[in-house]
């Protein structure tokens, strides 16, 4: 597998980007895909997205559906899509450390 450096950090990934393993995630992780995803601040709507994926995840082992995400957060999907340029599946999902979302092109 690929790795990444960024930060100090050394990171293993996939090859759609997404890293090896969910306990992997960091700080320096979020910051790397804040970068490549072209998003200049995280605030506090980003962070939440983000805490919404990873509590979803460690309790169900997958990435909740979009209007799950959409509902608890009470994001409409076109802002999380404001907030994630990539998309809610590649860009959320991977900034929170999830591995890639089945039907995630």
């Given at each position: 597998?690929?790795?990444?450096?960024?930060?100090?950090?050394?990171?293993?990934?996939?090859?759609?980007?997404?890293?090896?393993?969910?306990?992997?995630?960091?700080?320096?992780?979020?910051?790397?895909?804040?970068?490549e995803?072209?998003?200049?601040?995280?605030?506090?709507?980003?962070?939440?997205?983000?805490?919404?994926?990873?509590?979803?995840?460690?309790?169900?082992?997958?990435?909740?559906?979009?209007?799950?995400?959409?509902?608890?957060?009470?994001?409409?999907l076109?802002?999380?899509?404001?907030?994630?340029?990539?998309?809610?599946?590649?860009?959320?999902?991977?900034?929170?450390?999830?591995?890639?979302?089945?039907?995630?092109?």
């Amino acid at each position: 597998m690929p790795t990444v450096e960024f930060a100090g950090k050394s990171f293993t990934v996939d090859e759609d980007g997404f890293i090896d393993d969910y306990t992997n995630w960091s700080e320096e992780w979020q910051q790397y895909v804040k970068k490549e995803e072209g998003i200049d601040e995280l605030n506090d709507e980003h962070k939440k997205v983000v805490e919404v994926l990873r509590e979803y995840y460690e309790k169900n082992g997958i990435a909740p559906m979009v209007r799950v995400l959409s509902k608890v957060t009470g994001f409409k999907l076109k802002h999380i899509y404001e907030l994630f340029p990539s998309g809610p599946g590649k860009g959320a999902c991977k900034m929170a450390g999830l591995p890639k979302p089945t039907g995630c092109v």
